[in-house]
DNA sequence: TATAGCTGTATCGCTGAGTGATACGCAAGG
DNA sequence: CCTTGCGTATCACTCAGCGATACAGCTATA
């Protein structure tokens, strides 16, 4: 399920000593603080409870050390230990920030009702991502009637390479800019599509900069096709995307880019105004 | 808009000495931990970008000690510089870890088809929460079509004491239980019915507790009429809840119970039972 | 144009908070 | 039986975090 989960990762092991290099000649950087983090982050790396010693595996820190966090955390409700099963997961608290995250996103506030009127003309599913380096953080989803896959993504991340809604984005970018971007992802095959080269994906992207928006087939998962198109702040930087997807075996991308482009490209531009 | 929200707030000024407390008797609580979700929990209070002497007060520390802490969790992309207006706002690395929670939550994974079918019953809203404490944490919502409100509501909060959703998983709890809980909540009238009264509170709840579901009108909202049942483990206690909302103009009470519950009943039996 | 108050940023010596090695009781599995 | 992993608890050392202090830049009020 978290096959293409693409996930930022600044520290958890190779990352941690990069952090530790960052410490020292940072008077301001608090280690512990960081360590915190790291060991919320550890379950990033999970798809079940952790223990003790796999979380301090997969934070890079020793046992001890993990304990006091742990303790720390449970005491706060960040953590918690998992009612049937053994090990830690993590606890309600957290949900409390990503309200704050949304909350007081300028990008997420005004898009709501746009993305709902854009799902009620186009029937399916419809996401709205935000861009995070080099890759795309859904922040909202609407699923079409018929669902069938998870519905409940907020956060999942997906690479920009390799994406309709990437390519978007990367067309709003400078040339150098979006080049640079590509070469520092971790580029790999999900599927046999999959593009991976930079300049079949700069192709991709200069479609994308003359139509405005761009399609996708079966870059991340078999079967599907989405249509992406990014949202500009004034300045006409991208800082967000709208990507509308089906299934490949309904649409050809000419058919599917005919029929809901319009809606998206107004969507994404009403968005941008808002 | 945040008028109901009812944040769960040990780590803010009073809280921040209560942990202090806490951490004298306690040699494996971490203060740096502490402080840490302390500033993360600062916009908890706030509905626009937070300057640094405004996250220190709002934290309940020093304007240095924020400035370190402020500092790291921006180099980690927890918190970051609201790019229109001054001051910080969450990062989106938070994005990740709601991810983690939700992935990680046993309740949720098997629930969201469920309530996709309900939705197909029943046009009007949906909604799961879990429970903390005295609360309910919105986990998952989908909206009607004609959707009014905001619909990204993750991780919003509500009271127990005055929703449906809160009634029928007090119906679920030992009664000396159910009246700690409403005895410790922090009570107040949201709207002209609120109730408040302890007896009053467990009238419903003793309704609930005969039919499995409750039916709030205008408690939390004017306008809103909902019905909530708990979903429970193996074991008959309570662990989250579905509400379906609608408006009052459109439903009395007995026609709402009617036309819903037993399409509600059947989904929270069959989370439970997932 | 002072000036007062805010912002974010930077410096620095002191000290106790955090560290990490170590140990213990318990439960599961062989 | 022994082993291995779990979560938990203890303790002396020391350097990481502390918080007082200072400063430049920006806004707004006087």
């Known amino acids: 399920?978290?096959?293409?989960?693409?996930?930022?990762?600044?520290?958890?092991?190779?990352?941690?000593?990069?952090?530790?290099?960052?410490?020292?000649?940072?008077?301001?950087?608090?280690?512990?603080?960081?360590?915190?983090?790291?060991?919320?982050?550890?379950?990033?790396?999970t798809d079940r409870p952790m223990s003790l010693s796999e979380i301090a595996r997969a934070a890079g820190l020793d046992?001890?050390?993990?304990?006091?966090?742990?303790?720390?955390?449970?005491?706060?409700?960040?953590?918690?230990?998992?009612?049937?099963?053994?090990?830690?997961?993590?606890?309600?608290?957290?949900?409390?920030?990503?309200?704050?995250?949304?909350?007081?996103?300028?990008?997420?506030?005004?898009?709501?009702?746009?993305?709902?009127?854009?799902?009620?003309?186009?029937?399916?599913?419809?996401?709205?991502?935000?861009?995070?380096?080099?890759?795309?953080?859904?922040?909202f989803r609407l699923p079409p009637k018929r669902e069938v896959l998870h519905a409940m993504m907020v956060g999942l991340s997906v690479p920009i390479y390799c994406t309709s809604a990437g390519w978007s984005v990367l067309s709003r970018m400078p040339e150098d800019e979006a080049r640079d971007l590509i070469r520092r992802s971790d580029r790999q095959r999900y599927t046999a599509q999959t593009l991976i080269d930079e300049d079949a994906i700069m192709a991709e992207v200069e479609k994308a900069g003359e139509t405005g928006y761009a399609v996708a087939v079966e870059q991340l998962l078999p079967g599907e096709i989405a249509i992406g198109a990014a949202v500009t702040n004034t300045l006409g930087r991208p800082v967000a995307a709208v990507t509308i997807s089906g299934l490949s075996s309904d649409w050809t991308p000419e058919e599917f880019a005919r029929a809901v482009s319009p809606s998206l490209m107004q969507t994404v531009a009403a968005i941008g105004r808002a």
Do not use: K
């Open 1 to 45: 399920m978290t096959r293409f989960v693409n996930r930022s990762r600044p520290h958890t092991e190779s990352g941690a000593r990069h952090l530790d290099e960052a410490a020292e000649n940072d008077p301001l950087f608090i280690r512990a603080t960081a360590r915190t983090m790291m060991v919320l982050s550890a379950f990033h790396e």
């Open 63 to 139: 046992r001890s050390t993990t304990q006091r966090i742990v303790h720390t955390l449970r005491q706060l409700g960040y953590l918690q230990r998992d009612p049937h099963d053994r090990g830690y997961v993590p606890g309600i608290r957290i949900y409390d920030h990503i309200f704050d995250a949304m909350r007081l996103n300028r990008q997420l506030q005004p898009a709501v009702p746009l993305l709902l009127d854009l799902r009620r003309n186009v029937n399916e599913r419809v996401d709205l991502s935000l861009i995070d380096d080099t890759r795309l953080v859904y922040a």
